[in-house]
């Protein structure tokens, strides 16, 4: 089950770690100019790792439009997290909110987050689908070695996620 999680892991750590250096955190908020550059660099990053990878430079193709739909996916993903966080601060303001208040928001982002968890593993099998097994491993290592770069006051050899 590892195994089958590692390719998504990876590619998402790639993108969040991506904009690292130039990110600066604010309790989660960055400015609109550092947020597009961030998603950029880490397409970019993810870009040159395929093309790199992929021997096929049709497939290369296919492969970067999927991650291209990974990334529009998360990025959606992240900011309606951050409107449900947002009406939850609103509604632990009211003294006369009740729980089942909270608990409607938190069941609907939970369902938004494993609607948008399985259409990223569903994308995520459409790109292993067009690589070769060899693709695949030596894809997911050069992202797991990429994001290991940016793991601060870790120990030790990283050997998945």
């Known amino acids: 089950m590892n195994r ?7 590619l998402m750590g790639i993108l969040v770690l991506a904009g690292c250096s130039s990110y600066r ?4 908020i960055m400015s609109a100019g550092k947020s597009e550059a961030y998603w950029q660099k880490g397409q970019q990053d993810m870009e040159g790792l395929i093309n790199r990878t992929v021997q096929d430079p049709d497939k290369a193709k296919q492969v970067n439009v999927l991650v291209g739909e990974i990334i529009k996916e998360i990025k959606t993903s992240r900011e309606q997290e951050r409107a ?6 609103t509604l632990n303001a009211s003294y006369t909110a009740m729980p089942d208040e909270f608990s409607k928001i938190l069941n609907e982002a939970n369902i938004q987050r494993m609607q ?5 593993l569903s994308l995520r099998f459409k790109m292993k689908d067009l690589m070769t097994a060899d693709e695949w491993k030596t894809l997911t290592d050069k992202m797991l070695s990429y994001s290991s770069r940016y793991q ?10």
């Open 25 to 28: 955190h604010h309790h989660g």
């Open 152 to 161: 601060h006051g870790e120990s030790g050899t990283k050997t998945g996620y």
């Open 116 to 120: 948008s968890s399985a259409k990223i």
């Open 84 to 89: 449900y966080h947002r009406d939850l601060y």
């Open 4 to 10: 089958l999680f590692t390719g998504v892991c990876a």
